[in-house]
């Protein structure tokens, strides 16, 4: 391949992966009653830094007890400072699931190549046909969007209290639910997952598997079935994150033209 060519393929891959969001602990597991600070990540590779993301945005800031109920976390927000973005503590033992979710007020706007370029790779396909069809593939693109992101952590030993609630959504309008506890998962193992969009289940999105300390690029990336399910095979122990990217078209009379949706789940795999 042309160096210009693979230079240019690139480009628009870390432009597309720039959009990635996720909620990042030092570490997966921690004792009960123990600080942990957590840090929005967003980014790929070189391109990966801290999300600028302003705390006005935040909507929802919860987590999921392994009883089932819910804590809103909202008062240890603290985005910006200079060590992590939010500090969470929890004292009864078990799995829990954090849920971070913001407003769609957020705008983008990209010349046409750069736009087409973004919807390819992200798979995003209801768009890219929407556009052939009114003929507005040559046209700059606009949308508005929100970042919906879950991470999953243990406090105390591992063990299965707790796991009804990571296998079921949480009303999120984009998520990635796991089908099994991805803390048990051995090397090799398979983590079956299923993608919902706005509460039902979503065929046809790309769903992509990255390495949180190897991050440059998806180390995998499977396509949802008509049920909205794939599945992806855990190397072994490390942090890994899913994302996933959807998007809906809006009235012509919208300023923007698309309502696009950011999803991640972020988790450990002990050794």
Do not use: C
């Not at 009883?67 to 969470?88: F, K, Q, S, W």
């Not at 046909?129 to 929100?146: C, I, K, P, Q, V």
């Not at 999953?152 to 998520?175: F, H």
């Not at 995998?220 to 490390?238: L, N, Q, V, Y």
Request: aromatic share 8%.
């Amino acid at each position: 391949m042309p160096r210009i060519l693979t230079l240019l393929l690139l480009a628009v891959a870390t432009a597309a992966d720039a959009h990635d969001f996720w909620l990042q602990p030092p570490r997966w597991q921690f004792a009960p009653r123990e600080p942990v600070g957590i840090t929005l990540e967003v980014g790929h590779g070189p391109y990966r830094q801290r999300s600028p993301i302003p705390a006005r945005r935040i909507i929802r800031f919860e987590a999921m007890t392994p009883d089932g109920r819910r804590t809103d976390l909202r008062r240890g927000l603290h985005v910006g400072e200079a060590a992590d973005d939010a500090t969470v503590a929890f004292g009864t033992p078990g799995t829990y699931l954090v849920v971070l979710e913001t407003d769609n007020r957020a705008e983008s706007h990209l010349p046409a190549i750069r736009f087409n370029d973004y919807l390819k790779v992200e798979g995003l396909t209801p768009a890219i046909a929407l556009r052939a069809r009114t003929a507005r593939t040559d046209a700059d693109g606009a949308e508005n969007y929100s970042r919906h992101a879950k991470m999953i952590v243990q406090v105390g030993p591992v063990d299965q209290t707790g796991l009804s609630l990571l296998l079921k959504p949480v009303g999120l309008a984009l998520e990635i639910v796991p089908e099994t506890n991805p803390s048990s998962i051995r090397r090799g193992g398979v983590l079956p997952v299923r993608i919902y969009y706005r509460g039902a289940p979503l065929a046809g999105a790309l769903v992509k598997l990255n390495d949180l300390d190897r991050d440059a690029q998806p180390i995998e990336m499977h396509r949802s079935d008509a049920a909205g399910r794939t599945a992806f095979t855990i190397p072994g122990k490390g942090s890994w994150q899913l994302n996933v990217i959807w998007t809906r078209s809006l009235p012509r009379t919208s300023p923007t033209d698309f309502d696009t949706s950011f999803s991640s789940l972020s988790f450990g795999v002990p050794g």
